[in-house]
């Protein structure tokens, strides 16, 4: 079968300016070539949408760049360096944070300690400093900061797991389909709560297939299907073929 075509926007080639930048990046399992040659690049404080439907790839692509599954083939580099076999560790050590699809927040632990839990290693004055900016930004969550995260709303959770992976201050923010499941309001919600992080400046990647709200928060997206790009290039660029199909 003959591949796809590609189409792709012409992107300014500014690489001294880039953050993250995937080299035709393969994510196999077994016989199952999940993610093939696949090439985008992250800017700093950028927010670049991957959409595409179930099954496309987009959770292989993020977690290749988190290091939870290994790349079969090409390059990611992260502020000039190669960490294709880097430890999924070092990445975070060095800037990288997810929020992965499913939010998988401990659900026994209280919402003060799962958002703790993703800075383990720093200071406590960092630490507080954290907390306070988190509190500051969602009142609700120091309201109810010794709850357990189980009793808290599917929206809720992911605003947790959001504050979870922001702790460390993070360079890149790893989202995996943040509005997996939500209702209108708390889709709304979680936009604010990635607007508060995007205005922090720090750069998003947004896996989704619910196009629409992740499109609002872009600047430049890509359509994934079946593991390789069909269209790259602006917000309103991609708008059309992310919209269409069965994306939402
Ligand atoms: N651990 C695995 N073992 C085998 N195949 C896998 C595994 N994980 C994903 N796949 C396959 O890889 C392809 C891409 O899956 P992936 O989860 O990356 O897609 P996705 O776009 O994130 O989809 P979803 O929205 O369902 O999470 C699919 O064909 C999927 O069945």
């Known amino acids: 079968m003959a591949s796809p075509t590609v189409e792709r926007a012409a992107e300014p080639a500014t690489p001294t300016d880039t953050l993250l930048e995937l080299d035709r990046l393969d994510v196999r399992y077994g016989g199952v070539h999940a993610v093939q040659e696949l090439s985008i690049r992250v800017r700093p404080g950028e927010t670049v ?12 692509v993020i977690n290749a760049i988190m ?21 999924p560790a070092s990445r975070a050590r060095a800037g990288i944070r997810i929020s992965p699809e499913g939010r998988r927040v401990f659900a026994h ?19 507080d400093e954290a907390l306070a900016w988190m509190y500051e930004a969602f ?25 979870r992976a922001l702790t460390a201050s993070p360079k890149l923010l790893l989202l995996d389909e943040p509005f997996l499941g939500l209702s209108p309001v708390a889709i ?54 992310a ?3 069965d994306y939402l």
């Open 49 to 60: 949408v991957l959409i595409g439907a179930n099954g496309a790839g987009k959770s292989s």
């Open 139 to 163: 009142p609700w969550l120091a309201a109810r900061r010794k709850a357990p995260a189980g009793t808290l709303s599917g929206g809720q959770q992911q605003i947790v797991a959001i504050a």
């Open 243 to 245: 919209l269409s199909e």
């Open 67 to 87: 290091g939870l599954v290994p790349a079969a083939g090409g390059q990611i580099r992260y502020l000039g360096q190669d960490i294709t076999r880097s430890s």
């Open 109 to 127: 632990l209280s919402i003060e300690d799962n958002i703790l839990s993703g800075g383990y290693t720093l200071s406590k004055a960092k630490r």
């Open 188 to 241: 709304a919600d979680t936009s604010a709560a990635i607007r508060l992080v995007q205005e922090r400046g720090m750069a998003v990647l947004i896996s989704e297939q619910m196009a629409r709200p992740a499109l609002k928060l872009a600047d430049h997206g890509h359509v994934l299907r079946t593991g390789t790009l069909r269209r790259s290039g602006t917000v309103a660029e991609i708008r059309d073929l």
